[in-house]
């Protein structure tokens, strides 16, 4: 289902994505990705991580502890992603009661609270969806000292995080999709569509607005980023009108569109949200301003929610790029076994993207039941 491949984030490739945003406004500043942890932090001495993990491999996997910490719950994606991911470890052969979600409330103190209290509980692996992705070096620290192999998931610890895990040979890895190509994507569904199409206002650009995800997870630099590149790619030229941060919520995407609309009227001719649950709200807000997607304006997210690819295929939706929490569900579940039977994994392990417009939509839905 998954592929795995090495991805190396290129200091080039973040430094470039600080770039982005529209000049003069508060999108210029919440552009740049989260503030990466760079210097190296003392090497945790580790308790001997491969003893342990050959150790935890005696036995089936339904006496084994699990400790899953998620960002924060209330996060239509992430929503999705803990689900299949209980029912793909449970599937697998873990057993319902070994296996502990918690919520990190959006806090990064609350989180590292629950890593303590997992490490005290002596899991047998931890999965963990970092609040901040700034924590990893301090978070990996004690969980090497405790022994315990370790999958981040969907907050991307930085490069020179990820150097430590392979200089140390240690049982941590990450699982995720590289979210450049989502950007890319979205930015390919726009050009797709033609200038003539787009170009309501006839000034031979693309003015569009983005509203981006919470800084934290690089996912909202890169889609921010490669969406616009790929319209430059195609040859076009492009306006951003407005860039602000929707921290990947509902209503506040929602909120910061309207503003937009108000601000910007029938200027704006696309809408770009980092996420399908900003872009739900966004497409509230461009019907209570009398706009209508696909014939005066267009909106593009990403995740693939259902609610989402049924609006696809309405039409009230340009498109989407589906996040695959299958795959990086399952993917995470698989390398944490492949630790409990010593078997170690890539530290580094990709998913795909698939691109959503109304000529695939049905069969994505249908693959979402
Ligand atoms: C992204 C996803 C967003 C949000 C975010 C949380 O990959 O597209 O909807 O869930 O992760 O970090």
Redesign the pocket.
């Known amino acids: 289902m998954f592929k795995k491949v090495i991805a190396i984030m290129t200091a080039s490739v973040l430094a470039a994505s600080m770039l982005v945003g529209c000049g003069g406004s508060t999108g210029a500043s919440s552009s740049a990705p989260a503030e990466q942890k760079t210097e190296e932090a003392a090497p945790a001495e580790a308790a001997e991580p491969a003893a342990e993990a050959a150790a935890a491999a005696d036995g089936d996997l339904a006496s084994k502890k699990v400790g899953v910490c998620i960002?924060q719950f209330n996060?239509?994606?992430?929503t999705l992603?803990r689900q299949e991911l209980e029912r793909y470890l449970i599937e697998q052969g873990f057993a319902k009661e070994n296996i502990t979600i918690v919520d990190g409330a959006n806090d990064q103190a609350t989180q590292s609270g629950q890593i303590d209290s997992f490490i005290a509980d002596k899991v047998d692996v931890l999965i963990i969806?970092l609040v901040n992705s700034s924590s990893a070096a301090t978070v990996t620290d004690k969980v090497v000292a405790a022994g315990i192999p370790l999958v981040y998931i969907?907050?991307e610890p930085d490069k020179a995080e990820q150097q430590r895990w392979e200089d140390n040979n240690w049982n941590i890895c990450y699982v995720?999709?590289d979210?450049r190509k989502?950007g890319t994507f979205q930015g390919e569904i726009i050009a797709d569509l033609g200038l003539d199409a787009v170009d309501f206002n006839k000034n031979g650009k693309i003015d569009y607005i983005m509203i981006e995800?919470?800084p934290?997870?690089v996912?909202a630099a890169y889609r921010t980023e490669f969406s616009v590149k790929a319209l430059t790619d195609a040859g076009f030229e492009v306006n951003c009108l407005d860039d602000q941060v929707g921290m990947?919520d509902q209503a506040k995407g929602g909120e910061l569109v309207a503003n937009s609309l108000t601000q910007y009227g029938n200027d704006i001719e696309v809408v770009f949200c980092?996420?399908?649950?900003m872009a739900l709200g966004a497409l509230q807000s461009i019907k209570n301003a009398g706009r209508t997607v696909g014939k005066d304006i267009y909106l593009v997210g990403?995740?693939a929610l259902t609610e989402v690819v049924g609006y696809v295929i309405s039409g009230e939706i340009t498109g989407t790029v589906f996040?695959n929490h299958f795959a990086q569900a399952d993917g995470a579940a698989d390398a944490a076994i492949r630790y409990l039977k010593g078997e170690g994994n890539e530290h580094n392990i990709q998913c795909d993207y698939t691109k959503v417009t109304q000529a695939n939509a049905q069969e994505i839905l249908d693959s979402l039941q």
């Open positions: 960002y996060d239509n994606f992430m992603y969806n969907n907050r995720g999709c979210a989502s995800g919470d934290e997870n996912d990947w980092n996420n399908d649950a990403v995740d996040n």
